[in-house]
């Protein structure tokens, strides 16, 4: 019973984010910046270099640079483009009916939760199908679909569940609703640039370019 209410719950979520006429420009900005990611080889610039020198694209390389890149983004954008929905809900009246539903805090932030989650899933599939064709277009090598789902599991789907975990979490107290919350994310996020920036450069000489 209880998993037929959040999956209700949870598809509601999901049809009234994809509904939006926002989530049409985010879908068409991720586009976008995929289709930037990745750089003609004739332009003299490339996706990934190794001792200056550019590493082909191949579907390793590919995931690889496009998921590393979209983490930094995914990390604020999954927070920012999730968050708001209690504050709509107290608007348009359908927090009242929401608290006087039997349905448990629980239940209710899970189901928000997942749909959420799905939601982020869906402008990552935008992403993943776009880095596709580029392969196509710009890649070298066959197109290894479970190297993409792998490095895209491993690389961005943590950044999407603390996002959205986040988002959720604030949303569910009254003085993180507001900018306190947005502000406070946004130093949460820097924090994480300056780790995976400390990172890179004792990484190496590997960079994006």
Not at 7 to 15: S, T, Y
Not at 24 to 34: G, K, W
């Amino acid at each position: 019973m209880k998993l037929h209410i959040i999956k209700v719950l949870a598809g509601n979520e999901v049809r009234v984010r994809l509904r939006r006429l926002s989530t049409l420009v985010t879908i068409f900005s991720v586009v976008v910046l995929s289709w930037l990611m990745v750089p003609a080889p004739e332009s003299g610039m490339s996706l990934i270099s190794l001792n200056d020198a550019r590493v082909l694209n191949t579907s390793s390389a590919l995931a690889f640079g496009t998921a590393s890149l979209a983490a930094i983004v995914f990390g604020l954008g999954s927070f920012y483009l999730t968050r708001g929905r209690t504050s709509e809900d107290m608007r348009s009246g359908v927090g009242s009916v929401i608290a006087a539903s039997q349905i448990s805090n629980g239940l209710f932030l899970a189901a928000r939760w997942i749909g959420g989650v799905v939601y982020m899933l869906a402008l990552t599939g935008a992403m993943l199908a776009t880095t596709l064709v580029l392969h196509i277009i710009r890649g070298d090598g066959p197109i290894e679909i479970t190297v993409y789902l792998q490095v895209y599991g491993l690389l961005l789907l943590p950044m999407i569940f603390f996002g959205v975990s986040c988002a959720t979490l604030f949303d569910s107290f009254s003085f993180l609703m507001g900018k306190a919350g947005d502000v406070l994310f946004f130093f949460v996020w820097i924090f994480q640039i300056a780790l995976m920036a400390a990172f890179d450069d004792n990484s190496g000489t590997m960079g994006f370019s």
